[in-house]
T-cell receptor, first 113, second 109 residues
């Protein structure tokens, strides 16, 4: 079956622009996670949804970052007024439940100039 | 201090060698433990979960030492296809999963 998909795969933004990154989880997966992976580092937790509820957003680095999953399936991560330090790969993962195996999407590589 | 620490390597080993990676974690209340594999410019994929009793999957063996708060991964009879970055992952506190920085492995012909 289809895995987790993310779009766009690559995004170049000028500093100060807003961006929106999309994640389509595996159908039926309740849990959805967003991670930020900087070059040479492991993924860092940003936020977690259970269905449409955002249960944990403690990893979001600033109030410029906002995530939503209004219907409990597709999720969008929005970054306002992008800064150069936001350049990273943004990974989305979904799982059946919070304790189950996470399946990652291919990520969106964001470059802020 | 990071919640999960790994030796970044790189580890360069010949085919057929045995190689071991260690990972330490800071929170004694950690609940679940995993090893993920990440190929260059690809997404992480689950390699194996780590159980208190230790577990084996073919050439891969994972062990957990709760008293010392470390996790290990042993790869026997290394193959060229094992070349990747291996990420140690620890879950604690709700649904937060903490990844190490990864250990890079290159298996040389």
């Amino acid at each position: 079956g289809a895995g987790v998909s993310q779009s766009p795969r690559y995004k170049v933004a000028k500093r100060g622009q807003d961006v929106a990154l999309r994640c389509d989880p595996i159908s039926g997966h309740v849990s959805l996670f967003w991670y930020q992976q900087a070059l040479g580092q492991g993924p860092e937790f940003l936020t977690y949804f259970q269905n449409e509820a955002q249960l944990d957003k403690s990893g979001l680095p600033s109030d410029r970052f906002f995530a939503e999953r209004p219907e409990g399936s597709v999720s969008t991560l929005k970054i306002q007024r992008t800064q150069q330090e936001d350049s990273a790969v943004y990974l989305c993962a979904s799982s059946l439940g919070g304790d189950d195996t996470q399946y990652f999407g291919p990520g969106t590589r964001l470059t802020v100039l | 201090r990071k919640e999960v620490e790994q030796d970044p390597g790189p580890f360069n080993v010949p085919e057929g060698a045995t190689v071991a990676f260690n990972c330490t974690y800071s929170n004694s209340a950690s609940q679940s433990f995993f090893w993920y594999r990440q190929d260059c410019r690809k997404e992480p994929k689950l390699l194996m979960s780590v159980y208190s009793s230790g577990n084996e999957d073919g050439r891969f063996t994972a062990q957990l030492n709760r008293a010392s708060q470390y996790i290990s991964l042993l790869i026997r009879d290394s193959k060229l296809s094992d070349s990747a970055t291996y990420l140690c992952v620890v879950k604690f506190g709700g649904n937060q999963f903490y990844f190490g920085t990864g250990t890079s492995l290159t298996v040389i012909p």
